[in-house]
């Protein structure tokens, strides 16, 4: 009985350590996607939607490579610029030249990763510290963070 137990527990372990490895070698080869991490803690983030939201094709493409697809896009500035009004201008001013929060179009960044597209989306998803909360829990979508970027980008000098 005890040795069919230990014989069992072993060819168990050695099952664990076959699935460990076929999963790691996915991972290691191919290195596609974008791995998003918290500003503050650089925990992993969730991005699983929020109530109602549709994973969009540029949210898909984004965090697959990091570049975001409305950079110079009309229809998405123009999207982009109401969401920044609605959400962002009363602390990072009308041109994001900053107010309470940081300018937004200088080369200074208080977060190492907030002058990529990258690390925007991070902040604004997940929030950064003190009164820049998340947006994800404000009811703001991925997609729309990457609008909101888009726009950002259009305000540099
Ligand atoms: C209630 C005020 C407030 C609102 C509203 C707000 N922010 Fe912020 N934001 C801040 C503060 C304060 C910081 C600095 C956080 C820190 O030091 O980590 C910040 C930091 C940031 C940063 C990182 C800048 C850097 O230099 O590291 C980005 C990007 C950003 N905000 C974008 C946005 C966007 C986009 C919106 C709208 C969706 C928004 N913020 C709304 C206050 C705000």
Do not use: W
């Not at 290691?28 to 650089?42: G, I, P, Q």
């Not at 490579?65 to 109401?82: E, F, Q, S, T």
Request: hydrophobic share 40%.
């Amino acid at each position: 009985m005890r040795q069919t137990y230990s014989r069992s527990s072993a060819s168990f372990y050695t099952a664990i350590l076959a699935t460990a490895a076929v999963l790691t070698l996915p991972a290691t080869s191919v290195r596609a996607d974008v791995e998003f991490r918290h500003a503050l803690d650089d925990s992993v983030l969730d991005l699983s939607p929020i109530k109602g939201e549709e994973i969009t094709e540029a949210v898909k493409s984004f965090r697959k490579d990091g570049v975001n697809p409305y950079n110079g896009n009309a229809d998405a500035l123009a999207a982009g610029k109401a969401l920044f009004e609605e959400n962002c201008q009363a602390c990072h001013h009308a041109d994001a030249t900053g107010g309470m929060g940081p300018s937004l179009v200088d080369d200074v960044f208080v977060n190492s990763r907030a002058n990529t597209d990258i690390g925007m989306f991070e902040i604004i998803h997940s929030g950064a510290s003190g009164a820049m909360r998340s947006f994800s829990q404000r009811g703001v979508t991925q997609d729309q963070i990457l609008k909101i970027i888009s726009y950002i980008h259009s305000l540099k000098k």
